[in-house]
């Protein structure tokens, strides 16, 4: 005895062969994703976790209202703390932003250089890759407050 789904199968299929194939579009976009994180996902803990070590990122942060006296230093890292200065300005500019400079760190929170070359002359800044992206400003670009 042959079986009935033989034929009506195949005449599903084709009278909602547009649902089939929403149904299979979304599935492979599903599992396109889903791989697409699976795979990143390793590489980017690791790029994460090795950014620490690269650039010693600081594991905290904290301000006083004046510099802090050698002997107020020196009692903080007997508990094991190392205390850096990363004193900054912050300047209003004419495009309605706010800047904040920092002198180059060289020991802590270290810069991490995307686009163009290290400030060499008075007047040259290096600009935070998300700043210039939000401002649209690019390297060579000029800047007034």
């Known amino acids: 005895m042959k079986s009935p789904l033989r034929k009506r199968l195949p005449r599903e299929l084709k009278s909602e062969f547009g649902k ?46 004046k510099k802090l006296t050698p002997a107020q230093k020196e009692d903080i890292e007997k508990s094991d703390v190392k205390v850096y ?32 070359k290290m400030p060499k002359k008075s007047g040259e800044i290096a600009v935070d890759r998300m700043y210039a ?6 390297v060579g670009d000029t800047v007034k407050s």
């Not at 976009?29 to 994180?37: A, E, L, Q």
């Not at 990363?86 to 060289?106: A, D, P, V, W």
């Open 20 to 65: 089939y194939l929403v149904v299979f579009i979304m599935m492979a976009i599903t599992i396109g994703f889903v791989s697409g994180f699976l795979v990143a996902d390793g590489s980017m803990l690791r790029a994460y976790d090795d950014s620490f070590q690269k650039y010693n990122i600081e594991d905290g942060y904290f301000q006083t209202k």
């Open 85 to 116: 200065e990363n004193f900054y300005i912050e300047q209003k500019l004419t495009n309605g932003s706010t800047i904040r400079f920092f002198e180059n760190r060289k020991e802590v929170d270290k810069v991490c250089l995307m686009n163009g």
């Open 133 to 138: 992206d939000n401002n649209e400003l690019k």
